[in-house]
């Protein structure tokens, strides 16, 4: 690891951290504080994706979507009128809603090659991004001078990587970097975080082996065509599995790192108290 003592992370005059995950147990919230602090840099995966490498796709689907209505279209063509997204920390929206869901078209449902297609885009994204993250501590440092730095993953890292594998080139590219932390939840944030999906279900980006086997268990079940299914309820349908997928990934992944749980997380309240919780995973881990 990139720190192999609580003392030897306490004393470095960087300290580097990637938080990994379930959405929803702390990860954002925990890099803003310490971005706050003055200290830190937040990089955050999703934002990278959103504007570097996905922008064109958010900005070209909105432009498509004018494009179908007359008044709009005569501006998109005199170039009277500019579309873009307004992505920001605290607002990833545009790049869920290109994601979208897939199913029946009267419902804002996508066809399931095009949702496939999409999801592909993702993919490669979201591997750019992260392989970006030293790239990013440089620039940090470099241009802006920020002694630390946190990576803030999106839930679906675990989908591109291969934890049991010591020579996966993503992990061993952000552990030579970064001391990898997973927030772990319990039975109980995970069913809070079902609960909360349920009432405001969102997009998600899936393993593709993943997709096609709950797509086709839903259609069997159901009796129905692609072009039946509703998106809303597809994709509450296949949160619970896809959450119970990716948690022995995750468990994998804290191999090449330290864990701490979703409820320490949600107790720290000042960089001081981020230190003290990573230096005591690293002793855990050394126990």
């Given at each position: 690891?990139?720190?192999?003592?609580?003392?030897?992370?306490?004393?470095?005059?960087?300290?580097?951290?990637?938080?990994?995950?379930?959405?929803?147990?702390?990860?954002?919230?925990?890099?803003?504080?310490?971005?706050?602090?003055?200290?830190?840099?937040?990089?955050?995966?999703?934002?990278?994706?959103?504007?570097?490498?996905?922008?064109?796709?958010?900005?070209?689907?909105?432009?498509?979507?004018?494009?179908?209505?007359?008044?709009?279209?005569?501006?998109?063509?005199?170039?009277?009128?500019?579309?873009?997204?307004?992505?920001?920390?605290?607002?990833?929206?545009?790049?869920?809603?290109?994601?979208?869901?897939?199913?029946?078209?009267?419902?804002?449902?996508?066809?399931?090659?095009?949702?496939?297609?999409?999801?592909?885009?993702?993919?490669?994204?979201?591997?750019?991004?992260?392989?970006?993250?030293?790239?990013?501590?440089?620039?940090?440092?470099?241009?802006?001078?920020?002694?630390?730095?946190?990576?803030?993953?999106?839930?679906?890292?675990?989908?591109?990587?291969?934890?049991?594998?010591?020579?996966?080139?993503?992990?061993?590219?952000?552990?030579?970097?970064?001391?990898?932390?997973?927030?772990?939840?319990?039975?109980?944030?995970?069913?809070?975080?079902?609960?909360?999906?349920?009432?405001?279900?969102?997009?998600?980006?899936?393993?593709?082996?993943?997709?096609?086997?709950?797509?086709?268990?839903?259609?069997?079940?159901?009796?129905?065509?692609?072009?039946?299914?509703?998106?809303?309820?597809?994709?509450?349908?296949?949160?619970?599995?896809?959450?119970?997928?990716?948690?022995?990934?995750?468990?994998?992944?804290?191999?090449?790192?330290?864990?701490?749980?979703?409820?320490?997380?949600?107790?720290?309240?000042?960089?001081?108290?981020?230190?003290?919780?990573?230096?005591d995973a690293i002793a855990a881990r050394a126990a």
């Amino acid at each position: 690891m990139l720190y192999e003592t609580a003392q030897e992370w306490r004393d470095a005059a960087h300290k580097r951290v990637l938080f990994f995950g379930m959405s929803g147990l702390g990860k954002t919230h925990v890099s803003q504080m310490l971005r706050e602090s003055g200290d830190w840099f937040h990089y955050s995966i999703d934002y990278r994706i959103g504007t570097r490498y996905m922008g064109e796709y958010i900005a070209d689907n909105a432009k498509a979507e004018a494009m179908k209505v007359p008044f709009l279209r005569d501006l998109l063509l005199t170039d009277s009128i500019y579309i873009g997204s307004n992505l920001s920390f605290h607002n990833l929206t545009p790049v869920a809603a290109y994601l979208g869901k897939p199913g029946d078209p009267d419902k804002g449902g996508l066809p399931i090659a095009e949702y496939r297609r999409r999801q592909d885009q993702f993919r490669t994204a979201e591997i750019h991004a992260l392989l970006d993250t030293e790239y990013f501590i440089d620039r940090a440092q470099r241009l802006y001078e920020y002694p630390h730095f946190i990576c803030d993953t999106g839930g679906s890292i675990c989908e591109w990587v291969d934890p049991e594998n010591p020579d996966d080139a993503i992990l061993r590219e952000l552990s030579r970097h970064t001391l990898p932390v997973w927030i772990k939840g319990d039975a109980a944030h995970t069913q809070n975080l079902i609960q909360r999906f349920d009432k405001a279900p969102k997009p998600m980006s899936y393993q593709p082996a993943f997709l096609s086997r709950v797509w086709d268990e839903y259609l069997a079940q159901n009796q129905c065509r692609e072009d039946e299914v509703d998106p809303d309820t597809f994709i509450r349908w296949t949160y619970a599995q896809a959450l119970a997928h990716r948690q022995p990934r995750y468990r994998a992944m804290a191999n090449w790192g330290v864990t701490v749980t979703a409820d320490a997380v949600a107790e720290v309240r000042d960089t001081a108290g981020f230190e003290t919780l990573i230096a005591d995973a690293i002793a855990a881990r050394a126990a």
